[in-house]
């Protein structure tokens, strides 16, 4: 008998992104009230994210976190990544506001 086959872990990218989602949703528990600053700091800054790793994130899908009760925090955060860092590259080239270097 063949053992039921063990699903693959997610990627390392969406695991962090989805972690970051449920650790930071709630503005007054976050070190950044502002979205935009948790976003660039606690999420890109932290972990060293390149501009591919932020297009994972911006492609991640909330349907997995859809029967959280705290999804409307969720998407609010993940909106503001997609508002921030989701510019449209086939034209600026660039993913909008993506930092250049870890000082700004």
Do not use: W
């Amino acid at each position: 008998m063949d053992p039921t086959p063990v699903p693959p872990p997610p990627p390392v990218i969406e695991h962090c992104y989805r972690e970051f989602l449920v650790q930071n949703y709630d503005p007054g528990e976050r070190e950044y009230p502002d979205p935009a600053d948790q976003i660039r700091e606690v999420l890109i800054h932290s972990n060293y994210l390149s501009q591919r790793d932020i297009e994972i994130c911006l492609g991640f899908d909330l349907a997995c976190m859809a029967d959280r009760r705290d999804i409307e925090g969720i998407r609010t955060l993940h909106e503001a990544l997609k508002s921030e860092y989701g510019g449209r590259p086939e034209q600026s080239g660039d993913l909008g506001k993506l930092p250049t270097s870890r000082g700004s």
